[in-house]
């Protein structure tokens, strides 16, 4: 699987979009994006994935650059109940296993 | 559905002791694995399944067993449990090998002292 970069920490005001960035440059063309978050000590929890296109769901919306070497997660008003740590993973779906990295905590301020 | 249930929640044993954790689905998913997480750190691979009567080693497989004899089912065993094996142990599983998000536990808070 491609390994991906993210930032350590990200604040952002409440009620703004919080913009997650992510940077998968050794991505190949049979790998999908996904993102997870993970609040306080929980397990994790699947927030959405994409391959090419820009995807929205009701929980975010996933920005694909055209050569797929980054990507963008965006809370369009985050609020205080996002705050927590948000990875980025890049699988193939040819390979069973999913690896994730130190992925970036986000602090909602009010 | 119940997801992803895992037990214990929380355990502490002594250097040496040997302990079995559960992990069971009932979303009838082929795909499931193991994570371990330090304090501060993400999550790291231990073992995964991609069906009944198959295992793999993850990034980190030393010093822990699993098996998957049922669908359901997939146990991660410390034979000889030690102090760098004290994290929070977190069962995933997912539709199958190549489709579907991962549904996580709860996890499984272990000590060894």
């Known amino acids: 699987d491609a390994k991906t970069t993210q930032p350590t920490s990200m604040d952002c005001a409440e009620g703004r979009a919080a913009n997650l960035p992510c940077n998968h440059s050794?991505?190949?063309?049979?790998?999908?994006v996904y993102w997870y978050r993970q609040i306080h000590s929980q397990g994790p929890q699947y927030i959405i994935h994409?391959?090419?296109n820009n995807e929205t769901n009701e929980m975010a919306s996933l920005i694909i650059t055209e050569d797929r070497k980054s990507s963008t997660l965006i809370l369009p008003h985050a609020t205080l109940r996002d705050t927590a740590v948000y990875y980025c993973?890049?699988?193939?779906?040819?390979?069973?296993?999913?690896?994730f990295g130190d992925g970036t905590t986000l602090t909602v301020k009010p | 559905n119940a997801g992803v249930t895992q037990t214990p929640k929380f355990q502490v044993l002594k250097t040496g002791q040997s302990m079995t954790l559960q992990c069971a689905q009932d979303?009838?998913?082929?795909?499931m694995s193991w994570y371990r997480q330090d304090p501060g750190m993400g999550l790291r691979l231990i073992h995964y399944?991609?069906?009944?009567?198959?295992?793999d080693q993850g990034e980190v497989p030393n010093g822990y067993n699993v098996s998957r004899s049922t669908t359901e089912d997939f146990p991660l065993r410390l034979l000889s449990a030690a102090p760098s094996q004290t994290s929070v142990y977190f069962c995933?599983?997912?539709?199958?090998?190549?489709?579907?998000?991962?549904?996580f536990g709860e996890g499984s808070r272990l000590t060894v002292l």
């Open positions: 995933a599983s997912r539709r199958d090998v190549q489709t579907g998000e991962l549904f």
């Open positions: 050794t991505i190949s063309g049979n790998e999908y």
């Open positions: 994409g391959l090419k």
């Open positions: 993973i890049v699988r193939n779906t040819n390979a069973g296993k999913s690896t």
């Open positions: 979303m009838n998913h082929e795909y």
């Open positions: 399944s991609v069906g009944a009567g198959i295992t």
